[in-house]
């Protein structure tokens, strides 16, 4: 059936049973297109319907005649018989980002991903797909190229409309010379299984934020509203171009615009697709923002009606009434208002989920507490505010903006533990000795009333003053202990990795211009928050899985396969001289400890976030669904963990706040929290949505120093030192520590390669001397933005400076 991405006020299709299916089909989109064609904007609805299929048009001679380029997929029982069997294998498809024509799936069956090479083998499957993987015989194995592969530039010019009359044309053409050239030098020591996928199990097609290319719209009449065929081409490299039939083809040029995928028939090179709607200008901020949050399908309608008839009616003037026995606010809840307890966050912060506080025993123990704001007597469970919580499954921060889990009146009031108001808590307290050991640990809901809102630095300084009072010396007493606490998690093996965190200053809340971009600096009290929340997490853990072993909401982090390392230690062996023992969680840490440069201080943080990228996703699940011995999070180093300590903003604390008030006979559990399947359910939602909102606000952070360089290269040259991080038969992949971002050195002419000792040597303009660099070294970039001519993207180019100046390359 044809489908509408808009509402046709009037239109109604009735269908016909199965077997009349295709006929009803056909009769209705005639109909439909009749119908539109009928109205006064006709022009922009039909853009909205999808598609068609192959056999509701006339092909063109050429696609009449064109080849099949794309074996047809096997049927779904085959399909299931061959996975069940062990004959074929299911995962997802991972797309390269720098070699469209290649790609892999990830399966059980191997220790390292199946390698797919060329159109036909990926056969049409998108990134996301599920699909299913025929592996081939282990002679006809191979390894991943080691050359930049661009569909755009590969793809240069290539007709939309596939009019060209040859059965192949020159795209075909070029792309199996692009092939043949890698076969001829894929190193064979990197070997790894390789095949082609048979079957597509479930789509992950979706709406994608697309440019329309200047060049594909038809040359003869570039401004004609007549309908014409074009390429639409997504923002992420991950994706391929998407052909569109668009009667706005000018109007769309130079805007982002949301492109659906509808289908991708054997005989064409591109999925097709159809215009769902424009978002505005290219580079101009709404849209940019807007664009990015559809690009990770982060929910960010308003709160509707429903939602917001679940708050509390009194709105801002609600306070926890006075405690009194009959006061239902107050049952079994302890009170702990005369508690020194203080928050740390960062500046700025609204949503405030947790507070702390400890305090010496007459014994000469410390008492020391984490409180967690108590969103679970707010958001009750199968009501429509709780639906949408889960539908939304975490809170996205974006460099300006933060996109809510739950509506403002609880995150940054009614719920968010801001100091001299009292609030709603859940508290974990345990007795701790000196030396940080548990004595004694108890869970309770509670009343408390926050003496202080501290920034990281201003904890710090806190910390660090040498006039004491009572609130210092609280802060004092807790980053003991967290000390004590960090050095017996790194003892037992945690791994203390690193991720490219940068800070970008805008010029006014109102503006939002970058200003300026800096790296994040850690204080001791960053850590001091941290190793709280870590006990607290785990402290929950044990016992929830304790009272539900079927049903426990846990997070888990699986080891990495060694061979997630290997070519990283292979690296550090040969250029470093250095080892990397990956046997285990505690001696990876010892050797990460072990990788330093003492000419180069930033050295041991490249291979920390170099060993992250190795790592697998850490995850939520359901205790009863995975074998008891893998409950383990590696990066950790603890045998169970959940996430308790940020209700406010992820879903799944919430849920385990509702199964701790169970365990600890508060509530009673609700139905939903006892089924395992509804929570497997829930948790999947959860962790994708965790997955995006975590790329959404990386993107964030790229896009707004995008802007930072794109204002300082129009005022000076921006040259940055950035570390080599891969090495390209044709470029270099490098890492700018400074502004936490990656991009790409191309080379235009010749350069000598080494695979085996990651080196390329590159000549200098005049040919007259020479240069070889290596994975790690130190090079001097030129950074800048430019406008693609044709899709009219923004994106930074980087040019080599130092040890050769590559720019007249």
């Known amino acids: ?93 991972n797309a390269n980002p720098y070699n469209y024509l290649e790609g892999n799936v990830p399966v059980p069956a191997f220790e390292k991903p199946i390698l797919l090479i060329g159109r036909e083998n990926m056969n049409r499957a998108v990134q996301g797909d599920v699909v299913v993987v025929e592996v081939f015989d282990p002679k006809e194995w191979k390894a991943p190229a080691d050359e930049v592969v661009d569909q755009e530039t590969t793809l240069k010019n290539d007709d939309a409309d596939d009019s060209e009359e040859e059965l192949e044309d020159d795209k075909d053409i070029t792309e199996r010379k692009v092939l043949q050239s890698e076969a001829s030098i894929r190193p064979p020591s990197a070997k790894q299984p390789t095949g082609r996928i048979v079957g597509i199990v479930k789509r992950n097609w979706r709406s994608y934020v697309c440019h329309i290319e200047s060049t594909s719209l038809s040359s003869s009449n570039p401004t004609s509203l007549s309908q014409q065929t074009v390429f ?135 008492e020391a507490g984490v409180h967690i704001a108590d969103v679970s007597h707010f958001v009750h469970p199968d009501t429509p505010m709780d639906n949408e919580a889960a539908a939304r499954g975490s809170t996205v921060y974006l460099v300006d903006k933060r996109i809510d889990m739950l509506p403002s009146l609880l995150g940054t009031n009614l719920c968010s533990l801001r100091p001299y108001v009292e609030r709603l808590a859940f508290s974990v307290i345990w007795e701790l000795t000196p ?109 929830i899985q304790e009272t539900f072993p079927q049903t426990a909401v846990l997070r888990r982090h699986l080891p990495p396969p060694p061979t997630n390392f290997e070519k990283l230690k292979d690296i550090l062996q040969k250029r470093k001289g250095m080892t990397l023992d990956v046997s285990s969680s505690g001696a990876l840490a010892a050797s990460l400890d072990r990788c330093v440069d003492p000419q180069e201080p930033a050295f041991n943080t490249l291979v920390r976030i170099m060993t992250t990228r190795c790592m697998l996703s850490a995850e939520y699940f359901c205790s009863g669904s995975v074998a008891r011995d893998t409950f383990g999070h590696y990066g950790l180093a603890t045998p169970i963990y959940t996430h308790f300590t940020s209700p406010i903003r992820r879903f799944a604390d919430v849920l385990a706040h509702r199964q701790l008030a169970a365990a600890i006979n508060y509530s009673s559990l609700h139905p939903t929290l006892d089924s395992k399947s509804h ?65 790409l050195v191309m080379f235009k002419r010749e350069i000598q390669f080494d695979a085996e000792n990651y080196t390329i040597t590159v000549p200098s303009a005049d040919g007259a001397s020479s240069a070889t660099i290596a994975v790690f070294d130190k090079v001097k970039v030129q950074i800048g933005v430019e406008k693609d001519k044709n899709t009219q993207r923004g994106k930074v180019k980087m040019t080599l400076v130092s040890p050769i100046d590559s720019r007249a390359l």
């Not at 039939?245 to 040029?253: D, E, G, I």
């Not at 869970?443 to 920034?455: G, L, N, P, R």
């Not at 709280?532 to 853990?541: C, Q």
Request: hydrophobic residues 40%.
């Open 1 to 93: 059936m044809v489908q509408l991405a808009g509402t046709l006020p009037g239109a109604t299709l009735v269908l016909g049973m199965e077997r009349e299916r295709k006929t009803c089909r056909l009769i209705a989109t005639s109909l439909v297109r009749r119908y539109v064609e009928a109205m006064k904007n006709s022009n922009q609805l039909l853009d909205l319907l999808s598609a068609p299929g192959s056999e509701d048009i006339e092909p063109t001679r050429a696609v009449g005649a064109r080849q099949v380029l794309y074996p047809d997929y096997l049927p779904v029982s085959t399909l299931l018989a061959g996975v069940k069997s062990g004959q074929l294998h299911q995962g997802h498809f």
């Open 232 to 366: 639409a081409t997504p923002v992420s490299r991950l994706l391929p171009r998407i052909r569109m039939r668009t009667r706005q083809a000018p109007a769309l040029l130079g805007q982002k615009i949301l492109v659906t995928i509808d289908r991708w028939d054997s005989t064409s090179r591109y999925p097709e697709g159809h215009f769902v709607r424009a978002l505005g200008q290219v580079e101009s901020k709404e849209a940019e923002q807007e664009s990015l949050l559809l690009e990770y399908d982060v929910p960010y309608r308003p709160f509707g009606k429903a939602i917001l008839d679940c708050l509390p009616p009194e709105g801002d003037n609600w306070v926890v009434p006075p405690k009194g026995d009959s006061v239902p606010e107050w049952k079994d809840r302890e009170d702990l208002r005369d508690l020194l307890i203080c928050s740390i966050d960062p500046p700025g912060c609204q949503d405030i989920d947790d507070a702390l506080h400890a305090r010496p025993l007459p014994n000469g123990n410390i």
């Open 435 to 543: 030396n940080a050991k548990i004595v004694n640990i108890r869970f309770t809901k509670s009343v408390i009333a926050s003496k202080s809102a501290f920034t990281y630095d201003e904890a710090q300084m806190r910390k660090d003053d040498p006039n004491l009072n009572d609130l210092t010396k609280s802060i004092r007493l807790l980053n003991s202990l967290a000390q004590k606490l960090k050095a017996g998690r790194m003892a037992a093996g945690a791994l203390n990795l690193a991720s490219p965190e940068v800070k970008i200053h805008l010029d006014s809340a109102e503006s939002s211009d970058p200003i300026d971009v800096e790296q994040k600096v850690l204080k001791e009290t960053n850590s001091l928050v941290e190793d709280f929340m870590l006990l607290a997490n785990i402290s929950v853990a044990q016992k």
């Open 679 to 743: 929570i497997e359910r829930v948790l999947e939602t959860v962790n994708r949505r965790h997955r995006m909102a975590q790329m959404a606000g990386r993107a964030s952070v790229e896009f707004y120093v995008g802007l930072a360089l794109k204002s300082r290269s129009e005022k000076e040259t921006v040259i940055e030192d950035a570390f080599v991080i891969r090495t390209f038969r044709n470029g270099l992949g490098v890492f700018i520590s400074k502004l936490g971002i990656e991009g």
